[in-house]
């Protein structure tokens, strides 16, 4: 059965730093583009970062470049999320989810994503 995983989400001031993991289970990551995605309440879900299985581009929103990094750590089957200068926008339950790779680039569009994690919740906040 194909499983994601999230932690590391918490309580940060404003420009701290955060570690976020998305651990698979039942699937390999080699063969999987990994998005992750946030949520803040009355919002909607919004693509924040992407890391495809071909030769592991990225991709980030405007809204997090420079800030956030997304890796994978293919030993582990777990894909990473290291979030630095923290902001108080940035509070959200944070998502990660699968597709089958679509290619050499990762999309961060939430519709063409088939399996989601629980979520982890990242407030920002002094």
């Known amino acids: 059965q194909l499983q994601l995983v999230e932690s590391g989400g918490g309580l940060v001031q404003p420009g701290g730093s955060l570690r976020l993991s998305c651990a698979a289970s039942g699937f390999t990551l080699d063969y999987y583009d990994i998005g992750w995605f946030r949520q803040a309440p009355g919002k909607e879900r919004e693509g924040i970062s992407c890391?495809?299985?071909?030769?592991?581009?990225?991709n980030y929103a405007d809204s997090v470049k420079g800030r956030f990094t997304i890796s994978t750590d293919n030993a582990k089957n777990t894909v990473y999320l290291q979030m630095n200068s923290l902001k108080p926008e940035d509070t959200a339950v944070y998502y990660c989810?699968?597709?089958?790779?679509?290619?050499?680039?990762?999309?961060?569009?939430?519709?063409?994503?088939?399996?989601w994690g629980q979520g982890t919740q990242v407030t920002v906040s002094s």
């Open positions: 989810a699968a597709r089958s790779a679509g290619g050499l680039f990762c999309t961060v569009k939430a519709g063409m994503y088939d399996y």
């Open positions: 890391i495809s299985s071909s030769f592991g581009n990225t």
